[in-house]
Nanobody, 123 residues
Framework: QLQASGGGLVQAGGSLRLSCAASGRTFSRSTMGWFRQAPGKEREFVAAIHWTGASTYYADSVKGRFTISRDNAKNTVYLQMNSLKPEDTAVYFC??????????????????WGQGTLVTVSS
């Protein structure tokens, strides 16, 4: 129901734009988030956006470089990633859920997950 795309191989300093398209149901009233998982590491929070789009949240490691946005009419959420670093290499997952602000960074609070898209940043 969530399909992530846009991953690929990019050099350090480059940019990528990830998309997450929903199908089968609308997520226009859900918080949408992006998480990532590097090899051998736990899945970690990257960014999230309130269903209205009015509030966004970022991990400290990506703040100022990544931008999350959403288009509820298209049932799609985006993650613009600029100034990419090798440490950004991971599988990126989009997620949706009815999540309160204080829990927005917690993986288990999201009910729906996409399949992931691989981002590889070369040095």
């Amino acid at each position: 129901q969530l399909q992530a795309s846009g991953g690929g191989l990019v050099q350090a300093g480059g940019s990528l734009r990830l998309s997450c398209a929903a199908s089968g149901r609308t997520f226009s009233r859900s918080t949408m988030g992006w998480f990532r998982q590097a090899p051998g590491k736990e899945r970690e929070f990257v960014a999230a956006i309130h269903w209205t789009g009015a509030s966004t949240y970022y991990a400290d490691s990506v703040k100022g470089r990544f931008t999350i946005s959403r288009d509820n009419a298209k049932n799609t959420v985006y993650l613009q990633m600029n100034s990419l670093k090798p440490e950004d290499t991971a599988v990126y997952f989009c997620a949706a859920g009815q999540v309160i602000t204080s829990s927005i960074r917690i993986t288990n609070n999201y009910n729906y997950w996409g399949q992931g898209t691989l981002v590889t940043v070369s040095s």
